[in-house]
T-cell receptor, first 111, second 115 residues
């Protein structure tokens, strides 16, 4: 089993739709969690961190479920510009901070 | 520009040749990471430095790969005797050590093609 698993998609949704991605991780000692966005042939960029209490940034909401070992990303009112690959990132504790990336979920928002 | 920079952006080489890539991190970042990314996959960790010390290497990193960060600033990644399977995007990232939620900033990557 991979350390971080994501459904690769693609998720093909119309503008204005709400879409949700899940990501599961295998290491229960994982301590910090992130969603990164990667546009085609570009480097990954941080979208948002995922805190235990959940957090929201505009149209984006991230949640963490430690008991079930998954994190989620919800995008409301999808825009064409949201089309990208969304990478789930999980980091173990202990100071070494070596992020493990999922393979990414591809989102295509169409008019 | 104060972001992470990488050079070259593209490299085409023949199998068996050696290649070297450079990464210049954000100046105040003491941690520097190298990743490899292939099509349809997320970045895979290769190695990382804290200042000039190489603290960990992935089991993925064969002995043909070596990385240095001699003065704790820029870093180089060398691949000796390249193989076609080395074709990938090589990404460098940097961050400030200390808090787990400190953001990791990526460079634009070096795309390697081994013929």
């Amino acid at each position: 089993r991979k350390e971080v698993e994501q459904d690769p998609g693609p998720f093909n949704v119309p503008e204005g739709a709400t879409v949700a991605f899940n990501c599961t991780y295998s290491n229960s000692a994982s301590q910090s969690f992130f969603w990164y966005r990667q546009d085609c042939r570009k480097e990954p960029k941080l979208l948002m961190s995922v805190y235990s209490s959940g957090n929201e940034d505009g149209r984006f909401t991230a949640q963490l479920n430690r008991a079930s070992q998954y994190i989620s990303l919800l995008i409301r009112d999808s825009k064409l510009s949201d089309s990208a690959t969304y990478l789930c990132v999980v980091n173990k504790s202990g100071g070494s901070y070596i992020p493990t990336f999922g393979r990414g979920t591809s989102l295509i928002v169409h008019p | 520009d104060t972001g992470v920079s990488q050079d070259p952006r593209h490299k085409i080489t023949k199998r068996g040749q050696n290649v070297t890539f450079r990464c210049d991190p954000i100046s105040e970042h003491n941690r520097l990471y190298w990743y490899r990314q292939t099509l349809g996959q997320g970045p895979e960790f290769l190695t990382y430095f804290q200042n000039e010390a190489q603290l960990e290497k992935s089991r993925l990193l064969s002995d043909r790969f070596s990385a240095e960060r001699p003065k704790g600033s820029f870093s180089t990644l060398e691949i000796q005797r390249t193989e076609q399977g080395d074709s990938a995007m090589y990404l460098c990232a940097s961050r400030v050590e200390g808090v787990d939620y400190n953001e990791q900033f990526f460079g634009p990557g070096t795309r390697l093609t081994v013929l």
